[in-house]
Structures are given as structure tokens and as C-alpha cells.
């Protein structure tokens, strides 16, 4: 049995990446799941002045948490067509205080939004700089129009299918 820790990249308290990755998480029944939720979390914005005295409490918190957990499950938003500054600003300090975080663990990579591209321009980003923190992408996940594609906490309609699809692939990379 593996443990996985899920979050979504967003500090928007009504977070639609933080419902997917709620619902995918009920979805693996046999994994130890953590859902972590980070949208409060106030991370001053990473400076190579703080370097290498300053460490907010969270993301030591998030470091721990990332070497106790053998998989993740990360859904991002998109903003302006790119990564949010939220989850971006993390990655940066991840990155400054551990070479290669992730440590080649299993990833699975999700995102959606309002719109019909579902995220798609900011996951394309995230595919190319994850792995330079040693992340392992082994499955993706898109939703679309996210309003008309969720319902009831739930991934419902066409995409539901993908969906399952890209958890099996996941939890193959267990």
C-alpha cells in the first residue's frame, strides 16, 4: 500500500482544483490518502534574499510531508495561460531547499478550469518543469469546462471515462 499525498496548487477558498483532487482521491480505495489543503497558506514569495536563513513554516511542513509520501496527486489551476503564482511560488522554495524534492516518486498531474482548454496551456508547463524537481508525471488528467463536467462532487459525462483511465495509470506507477 502506498501513501499518497494529493493537493491542489490554488488559494482560492472556493477552489475548483481542490474539489477534483477531492473526488480523485475517493476514487483510490486501496492507497493511504492524504489530502492536504493548502489555500490558506500565506508563503511570502520565495527571494534568494531569504537564502539560506528563512524558511516559512509551511513549506518545511510541505517538505516533510513530501518525504514521508511515496505519490502525489497535484491539480493546478491556470492563470493568464500559465502556472498560478501561488503554486509556482512554492515549487521555488521546494526547489531551493531540496535538489530533485520529488525524488523520481510517481506524479499525477491534473488541472481544470471554467473553460473549454480545462488547463491545458498551464499543464504543458508543469510537464516540462516538475521533472527538473525530480517528479515522476506518470498520468495526466484535464476537465473541461469544469461547471458542465462536475456535479454533485463528482466527474460526471464524457471526461469520466479519461478520468478512470488516468487513475488506473497512476496507480500502476505505484
Known sequence: MSKILAFAGSNNSKSINHQLVKYVSSLIKDHELTVLDIRAWNVPMYSIDMDPDEIPEQIT????????????????????????????????WLSRRSEGIFVRKPVFLMSTSPGKGGGANNMKQLIHSLPYQHASIA??????????????????????GELHESVAEFKEAL
Open 61 to 92: 511542513t510541505l517538505m516533510n510531508l513530501i518525504k514521508e509520501h511515496d505519490a502525489f496527486i497535484i491539480s493546478s489551476p491556470e492563470h493568464n495561460g500559465s502556472t498560478p503564482a501561488f503554486l509556482k511560488n512554492i515549487l521555488d
Open 139 to 160: 498520468s495526466t488528467f484535464s476537465l473541461p469546462s469544469f461547471y458542465d463536467n462536475f456535479k454533485d462532487g463528482a466527474v460526471i459525462g464524457e471526461h469520466l
